[in-house]
């Protein structure tokens, strides 16, 4: 007997087989199964999709649409606490958005001004506009056109007076102060008389006793305008009875 210990050859045709099996087995372990490609297709056609859609919210609230909730009464009787309101972003034109800054929130990008890019027309009077207040930027205020460039506007005794003609405000206002203030002490009744300035406008509140406007800290500059407020799409007021929670009376009103 021999005290050789070494293997015999392996046969050829078994040596291929072996190394066949080794790289298949290779592959099984690098490359993923079907299940995964599946899992990582649908993942990124999600992705993808939220993507798009989040870019075409923000187009159409830069570019066309954006909602607003009213949180104060100085739009009172047109609007009341608790609308919210769609302002359209075409009304005066294409609108392309200036002086933008990067912060970290939702939408990431806050612009505080826009400039035309093709003009549809200019704010007329008795338009409700939404636009940045001069006092404080990141803050939306809405009210009402009552003077336009080179109008000579005047508040006397409570009356508005607009290039020298009383203004016939009464079906869209109200005064709940039967008293009246002399305007030394404060503008809210007497006002003026001031001329409007190009590229600005004079606005008020159709609340007009209980208002912070242009009486008080000026005129609203043209590119400070987001858009003009056209429609009441919900109203919730929370107060009251259950049931009279929701204004449903003014689901789809025409702000005028």
């Known amino acids: 007997?021999?005290?050789?210990?070494?293997?015999?050859?392996?046969?050829?045709?078994?040596?291929?087989?072996?190394?066949?099996?080794?790289?298949?087995?290779?592959?099984?372990?690098?490359?993923?199964?079907?299940?995964?490609l599946g899992r990582k297709s649908i993942f990124r056609e999600y992705a993808e999709a939220i993507v798009v859609a989040m870019l075409l919210a923000f187009a159409i609230r830069v570019f066309i649409v954006q909602a607003f909730k009213i949180p104060s009464g100085s739009m009172i009787p047109t609007l009341l606490v608790g609308d919210h309101?769609?302002?359209?972003?075409?009304?005066?034109?294409?609108?392309?958005?200036?002086?933008?800054?990067?912060?970290?929130?939702l939408?990431?990008?806050?612009?505080?001004?826009?400039e035309a890019l093709i003009q549809f027309g200019k704010p007329q009077r008795g338009d409700v506009i939404v636009f940045r207040f001069p006092e404080d930027e990141d803050k939306d205020f809405i009210k009402r056109v009552v003077g336009t460039p080179g109008d000579t506007v005047q508040v006397l005794n409570k009356a508005i007076l607009v290039n020298g003609t009383v203004l016939?405000?009464?079906?869209?206002?109200?005064?709940?102060?039967?008293?009246?203030?002399d305007g030394v002490i404060?503008?809210?009744?007497?006002?003026?008389p001031v001329t409007v300035p190009d590229d600005a406008y004079f606005v008020m509140g159709d609340n007009r006793d209980q208002s912070l406007d242009s009486r008080f800290w000026g005129y609203v500059r043209e590119e400070k305008i987001r858009g003009r407020a056209f429609r009441i799409y919900w109203s919730w007021s929370g107060q009251?009875?259950?049931?009279?929670?929701?204004?449903w009376d003014r689901f789809?009103?025409?702000?005028?």
């Not at 009251?240 to 204004?247: A, L, S």
């Not at 789809?252 to 005028?256: D, L, V």
């Open 1 to 36: 007997m021999s005290g050789d210990t070494n293997l015999p050859p392996v046969d050829g045709l078994a040596s291929v087989a072996l190394e066949e099996r080794a790289e298949a087995s290779a592959l099984t372990r690098d490359e993923p199964s079907v299940a995964q």
């Open 85 to 105: 309101i769609l302002v359209s972003k075409l009304s005066y034109g294409i609108q392309w958005p200036s002086q933008c800054k990067f912060h970290v929130a």
């Open 107 to 114: 939408p990431p990008v806050n612009c505080y001004a826009s």
């Open 168 to 181: 016939d405000d009464k079906l869209f206002t109200q005064r709940i102060d039967p008293g009246i203030i």
């Open 186 to 192: 404060n503008p809210r009744d007497n006002f003026g």
């Open 240 to 247: 009251g009875e259950w049931t009279e929670w929701v204004r």
């Open 252 to 256: 789809g009103k025409a702000i005028q």
